[in-house]
Structures are given as structure tokens and as C-alpha cells.
């Protein structure tokens, strides 16, 4: 990235995300979850010459890195890894031009092991040279010299003895706000040099998310909305669009937090996942597009990539459509 | 891994752990956080040869992908990966015999792109051959769905088509509690059918750690009494040692917490960094050994690693020297 090399002053993320929103006339991020056991029939079958081949080459990699196992599960996972790239080119090329971004999903790149890392790097780049922004969904946190290391390979870069090592370049990340906030101070620095953004969990939208985040503190309030205050305090708002570089995550499962939500950050953009298979309506999320549709980003993923399982025909064809509706259903909201 | 498949009942990690403390004489667990601009010499120059053709697979494997890039960020990170690679190796078999388990950083590796999680898997691998626990310290979290697929890349395995796809097969994972029961439970299943274990932060040592885990709740007690009231339920003890599979992160630092720490979890193996580099002193950890030594592990990293820069001479000496003394302080605990 050379961020320090550049001369031009950085854009800042909520000014690149409300253009992005602009542009591409959608708030809709597409959440890249792959199960390997549920890809599109094509990514399975098709480009069975270039697989091989790549599978081939991941094996060389292991063996020269002194990794030697079982074989069969080895290959498999290579073999996996190979047909999740392939299905999430496809993915994207098939719904991308309904979205504004996309939200790989760490835990399912990860399970693949270093393939399913390659995969996830080569998905991300596959999303941009398609206008799409990334937002890299790992839900990170640690302590500060941690949270230095996981800023660096998401939205930074790490100096090394060879050079300026890369990091995934993704143009935001989930991160968790356990840790306090001298934890998620570096994520916020690090991602605010290169004009990218930081989305920190505010409430989430499984059932268990009452345990800690609904505690009632001492004096008034809720956990949830302690997390809030410091995720607008976190947040610097970017000049032409008023929306700050520090968004929260909002389970929209939960629309009865979103005022509530809305008036303790302002200036936030929302990330607002649960639509569709979690059983979030979008209809419901009216409160935070207040200060603009890049204020309000709706997620959803197996909703749109396995629509086809209830539509029946072309998992492309069912794909693009579930996306354009949910595009058209958040454009409307005001 | 084929748990499955396995015929003999799996020995619970509560009781794995205790054996492989007593087998190891140590609670010293070994922290690899490798920064590349501060690797041993050795590992920046020697094995040139092997280097260079690992980099030049790992660049093969990046063409097949699809990733071309700006060359020469792309290279150093790959140059950086096999450094770091040689790096823990030597760190592990210098102080590997005053261990009982290392604790890879996954952020460290994750900065270095797909090369750092192969040299990840392959830093585990080494740890493993040398008879010592793999603790895969990654403050994983996320909604249930999400969470099994954190659970499946680092204590279980992924079904795929091709076949079940190996994880990382750490022993044990350290996960972020914040998301409630339902996120944590997967977590602790999955690990649990492979006898493997949690290892949950109830309260950490950086500065910041107050901002959240110490907030009085309406009613009486902090929020981090709650996450380790949930932690301790989680946790089944092991028939062998009385240590829970359910562990905690405890930040040493903060010594005055840990007797009501063991009066909450009287059978949860504790983490306890910040021994070191850190600030923390193996002697104020007394109250956490109570029930075993193997319910006090002792982490320490960069005093260790980096030992070499205050003792001078050979760093492989000077770790040796170090991680010796803290074994020895720790064991001497009662």
C-alpha cells in the first residue's frame, strides 16, 4: 500500500463509503460465507485444468514448508479451497453490480487453512476490480500491540527486513470492542491513514447477544450502549458526507435498539447484518439511514447466494434477483 | 483429524493438559508473536537456498490465483513468510524443552497473507513433532453459525466434497466471550469432541481492560464476574485432574483479581500472560495454581524471544536461559 508515500491527503472512509453508496445506487453488502458443502454445482465441476493445477501447486507449497500429513485431508482442503474461489468469483460476478461491497467472512476462508487464506485474497481482489469495496468480517480484537498486528493485515501494510509487506487491503473490518479502548485505538489508526474504516460490534443479532451486551449497569444504561458512546466518541466524520470512519455493527434482528442506537451515534454507519436467513426484515431499519443511505449498510448472504434452493433454476439467475430486491427494498427506506 | 472415526474415547483436554505439565516438568507456555523486523539473524540469512524456492512456489501459487500485484510488496511478504518460518522454528527448538505448549499469535501470521498462514500451520507442525501443545491464541468470537466455522479451522474439521478439510488442530483456541452463550457454545463443542479446549478472555492486561470487563452491574458485581460465572459453567472437569476443558485468559497484571478469579472457576485452567515484556511477576500468581499446576500456565513471549537484546550473546542462549528461569519460578508455586 505505501500509505506513507503517498502525496495526495487520504480520503476519508465515510466520505469513500457514501460516494461508493452514490455510485453504485446500493447499500446492499453481499456476506461471502462460503460452506464448502453448499457452492454453486459450477464451482465444483468447472475449470477443471486450472484447479488442478493450482491444487498441484498449493501441494508443492506444503511439502516445501516441511508439511507432511495425512494426504487425503490435505487434499481435500486444498481441492476446497480452490472450488470456494471459484464460487465466489461467481457469486460476485453474478450479484456484484447489485452491491456496494462485500463482507468475506474470515472463519469460512480460514477453515480451509493457507489455500482458504489465498482464496479470500484472491476473492477480495476479484470484488474490487469489480468497483465493490471489502469489508473484511473477522470481528478482531486484542491488546494494543495485537490489534497493531491484525490492523496490519487487514487494512495496513508491516514493515519487514524484505520491504512493505501487503496486507489484505479490505476497505473496513469487523472488529470487538471487549478489550477496551486503548485495544481498538490502533485498528481505528491504522485503518484511518489509508482512509479505511473500522465497523466495531455494538449489539449483535443471535440470542445469546442479551447475555453481556443487555447487562444493566450500575447508574443507568445497558453494556450496549456503553459500547455505543465509545464508538461515536471513536469516530472522526468525514467532511463531505458528515459520516464518521468508525461504524457499528447493529443486529437487525433487534430493530427496537435502532433508534436508540441511532441517537447515541449520530454520525455511525450501521452495518446492519440478519436480513434474510437470520430473519431480519429490511423494512424495519428505517432509523438508521437517517444521516444518508451510507449510513445504513444491509448484509445479507445466504439469503441471496442460496436462493435458488427455494426459487429453484439458475443459482445466478435466483441470486440476482434476491439482490435486487433487497437493493431496491433499502434504497427506498428514508 | 477423522474425530469420528476414532474407536477409543477421547481423553478430555483438562486432563491432557494436566498430564502434558507433569510429562514436561513446565507451565511454561511459549508465546510466537514474530515480528518480522525483529526476527534471530540466523533466520533473515541462513537456508537461502530453501527460502528462495519456497518463495518461488508461494509466487506460482499467487499467478494461479489470479493475485498480480504491485512485485515487490507481493515478494516481501512472501520472503517475510519463510523468515518467519525459520524464526519460530529455531525459537522452538531452543526453548521448546521448557515448555509444555507454544501459543501462536495469529495475528502475526495473518499480516503475512496466505505465506503467514502456511508458515502458521507450519510453526504448529514443528511444536508438535517436539512434543509440546499448540494453544492457537486468536480472541476468536462470532454468532453461532460463524463460531463453528472459527471452531472448524482451529480444533475441528470442514466437510467438503472433496472430502473432510483438516484445520489447524490446535489443542486448544482462545476465544472472546462478548456475543453470549449461543456464540460461545460451538466454540466449546467442537473442541470438546476432539478433546481439545476454550481458553475465554475473563479479563485482560492492557490498560484499557477496565473500560468494559470492570463495569459494576446493576445488582452488584463487574461484567468480568459475569463472563467468568459463564465460563466456569461452561467448563466439564476432567475425571483424571478436576481441570475443566473451559479455560480463562487472566491478565496477570492485574494480580489482585485472581483469587476471586479461582473463588468463581475453582476448575479452569488459567492463561496468564503478561508475565515479562508485559509487566506482570510469575510470584503474584500463586492463588492461581491451586488446584494444579496445570490450572496456572504461564505465558511469556518477547521476554523471551527477545532476551538476547538486554542479556547480549546468542539469542537461542539467552531465550534458553530466560524461559528456564520462568519455568523454574513458576513451578516452584504451591
Chains 1, 2 share one sequence.
Not at 61 to 70: C, F, I, Q, T
Not at 143 to 155: D, F, K, N, S, W
Request: with cysteine; net charge negative.
Amino acid at each position: 500500500m505505501s500509505v506513507a508515500g503517498e502525496a495526495s491527503p487520504v480520503t476519508p472512509f465515510g466520505d469513500r463509503l457514501a460516494a461508493a453508496v452514490e455510485r453504485r445506487g446500493s447499500q446492499l453488502v453481499l456476506g461471502l460465507d462460503p460452506d464448502p458443502a453448499r457452492l454453486w454445482p459450477d464451482a465444483v465441476g468447472a475449470r477443471a485444468e486450472w484447479r488442478a493445477n493450482l491444487v498441484t501447486e498449493l501441494a508443492d507449497v506444503e511439502r516445501s514448508a516441511g508439511l507432511v500429513g495425512a494426504g487425503a485431508e490435505r487434499v481435500a482442503r486444498l481441492e476446497a479451497a480452490a472450488a470456494v474461489l471459484a464460487h465466489c468469483a461467481g457469486v460476485i460476478d453474478a450479484v456484484g453490480p447489485s452491491c456496494v461491497a462485500v463482507k468475506p467472512q474470515l472463519a469460512c476462508f480460514e477453515r480451509l487453512g493457507f489455500g482458504g487464506w489465498l482464496a479470500l485474497e484472491a476473492t477480495c481482489a476479484h470484488a474490487r476490480e469489480r468497483g465493490l469495496l471489502v469489508l473484511a468480517d473477522g470481528k478482531r480484537g486484542d491488546v494494543p500491540v495485537t490489534a497493531r498486528a491484525y490492523a496490519q493485515a487487514l487494512v495496513g501494510a508491516t514493515p519487514t527486513p524484505f520491504g512493505t509487506a501487503d496486507g489484505l487491503a479490505a476497505d473496513a473490518i469487523t472488529v470487538n470492542p471487549l478489550l477496551g479502548g486503548d485495544a481498538l485505538a490502533p485498528l481505528v489508526t491504522v485503518a484511518r491513514t489509508g482512509g479505511r474504516g473500522v465497523f466495531a460490534l455494538v449489539r449483535t443479532s443471535n440470542p445469546g447477544a442479551g447475555d453481556l451486551f443487555d447487562l444493566v449497569l450500575d447508574g443507568g444504561g445497558r453494556v450496549w450502549e456503553r459500547i455505543a458512546a465509545a464508538v461515536h466518541e471513536a469516530g472522526v466524520p468525514g467532511p463531505a458526507s458528515g459520516l464518521a470512519d468508525v461504524g457499528a455493527v447493529c443486529g437487525a434482528t433487534a430493530p427496537v435498539h435502532l433508534e436508540r442506537m441511532r441517537e447515541l451515534m449520530p454520525h455511525t454507519p450501521f452495518l446492519l447484518p440478519g436480513v434474510g436467513a437470520q430473519g431480519g426484515e429490511v423494512e424495519a431499519l428505517a432509523p438508521a439511514v437517517a444521516p444518508g443511505r451510507g449510513a445504513a449498510l444491509v448484509t445479507a448472504s445466504r439469503s441471496i447466494v442460496d436462493a435458488h434452493e427455494t426459487a429453484r433454476g439458475d443459482p445466478a439467475d435466483a441470486a440476482r434477483a434476491e439482490a435486487e430486491r433487497l437493493r431496491a427494498a433499502a434504497w427506498e427506506l428514508r
